[in-house]
């Protein structure tokens, strides 16, 4: 039950309320962005700047108006309904959509929690030397331990700060020397080849901005916000907190995302000017062989801050793979699923928390290699992106689920666009491996 609270009217001064005063409130859509440079993202990134140099520089501009309409788009669902997508998929829409929607989230999410808890135990294998499978273990074991212990609002905060691990890669880009000129060339002038190699690098960026389970993890977030801050509901209750809330979300998740396609940025451009000046491209399928090869050509120093970029981001993306799979799952089941609560109280939740950083840690031990987990992790998301935005963006459409707050005329035009060029990246990642099937 809610507290008991005046109703106020939203002042001409809290309106102009300065950026200042909203940016202490960023949360789930600073952590969104941040989760969503993962090692897999990283490994990507460096991947296409190693192999094409500046030429996908332009896709960070292009994609950052996509993704951040529809993180927003996802984060209001949460804060209208109070309730994340899977809760509201299994109130409005047919069963079948609900469980199709959160399996194929979690087999995306598990594979890429095999991926990820990989690549930091090879970033922490090459920066302290030992034993490859240990770190993996030990930092998967690790990240178990808070995401089940830590109280939410005290998880967050760390969560917050370990977005400053970012920063590594655009310390690594300033330890080198990079042509300016050039890279802001390559950054607003599109260089487009017919090169199939080329397109293929475009549809990988593209799924890996545009990532399904970080829908799921800000929806999720906002409406956790709702359930353990006092004096806030869902907006379908208390619609008079409508404008601040919509005003913080649009501030905070665009924030979120710049940061994000900020940090990718610097990490193909680093890649671009150093491995690919010096012709290794070929050589770097993750993020370690990134690291690893930024060492003869940048210093020890380059070298250094990519590998603990690494782990930094490693820590902030398992819990968001392994949170979103987890409120996917319960909120379908109507367990009860909240990071706040005691794991006594949601024992259902946290065990999909534990089982899917666990199952994503024992693909490393039976065979399927993290170069391997982060192909098969690429193709689901990029199965499972297109259906979801375009559920997300009807049920952000549909009055009995949102009421009066539909969503406005920008973000509904950014978001279909946005799935239109999933369903297209979809369309052209599954022909590539018809072709290399024949």
């Known amino acids: 039950m ?21 940016f202490p409130r960023l949360g789930p859509g600073l952590i969104t962005g941040a989760a969503d440079d993962d090692p897999s993202g990283i490994a990507t990134y460096s991947q296409v700047g190693a192999q094409f140099g500046t030429g996908l520089l332009w896709t960070m501009l292009f994609s950052f108006p996509l993704m951040a309409a529809m993180q927003e788009i996802s984060a209001r669902l949460g804060r209208i309904t109070g309730a994340g ?24 999410n598990i594979f890429n929690l095999g991926a990820d808890v990989a690549a930091i135990g090879s970033a922490a294998q090459l920066v302290l030397g030992g034993n490859l499978n240990a770190y993996a273990v030990g930092f998967g074991l690790f990240s178990i331990l808070l995401q089940v212990y830590l109280p939410y609002r005290r998880y967050v905060r760390y969560l917050k700060w370990l977005t400053l691990a970012l920063f590594a890669y655009v310390g690594t880009a300033f330890v080198v020397h990079v042509p300016w000129r050039a890279v802001l060339r390559a950054t607003f002038i599109p260089a487009v080849t017919s090169e199939s190699d080329y397109w293929m690098a475009l549809v990988a960026v593209l799924g890996t901005t545009i990532s399904p389970y970080l829908f799921f993890w800000q929806a999720s977030e906002e409406a956790e916000e709702v359930r353990t801050t006092r004096d806030e509901s869902a907006l379908k209750r208390k619609p008079h907190q409508a404008f601040e809330q919509f005003r913080r979300i649009a501030f905070d998740t665009r924030v979120g995302m710049a940061l994000s396609n900020l940090i990718a940025f610097f990490i193909i451009l680093t890649a671009a000017v150093t491995i690919h000046a010096s012709g290794g491209g070929k050589e770097i399928h993750t993020a370690a062989d990134a690291a690893k090869a930024l060492e003869p050509v940048a210093g020890r120093f380059a070298f250094f801050l990519f590998a603990v970029g690494i782990i930094g981001t490693g820590l902030l993306a398992i819990p968001v793979l392994a949170g ?16 706040e609560s005691k794991p006594g109280q949601a024992p259902k939740f946290y065990f999909v ?34 259906p979801l935005m375009a559920m997300l963006m009807l049920m952000s459409s549909n009055r009995a689920v949102v009421r009066e707050f539909t969503l406005p005329l920008s973000l509904r035009v950014i978001g279909w666009a946005a799935t239109a060029v999933m369903v297209l990246a979809s369309i052209a990642f599954l022909a590539s491996i018809a072709r290399g099937s024949h």
Do not use: H, Q
């Open 2 to 22: 809610d507290s008991p609270i005046v109703k106020e009217k939203t002042s001409p001064a809290a309106r102009s309320t300065p950026v200042a005063a909203t």
């Open 85 to 108: 997508i899977a809760a509201n998929l299994r109130k409005y829409y047919p069963k079948p959509l609900l469980f199709g929607a959160v399996a194929l989230l979690c087999a995306a």
């Open 324 to 339: 979103s799979a987890a409120y996917g799952v319960a909120e379908a089941f109507r367990w009860r699923a909240s990071l």
């Open 353 to 386: 928390i534990a089982a899917a950083t666990i199952i994503g840690l024992a693909l490393n031990f039976v065979g399927l290699d993290p170069i391997r987990a982060l192909y098969w992790s690429a193709i689901v998301n990029g199965i499972a992106a297109a």
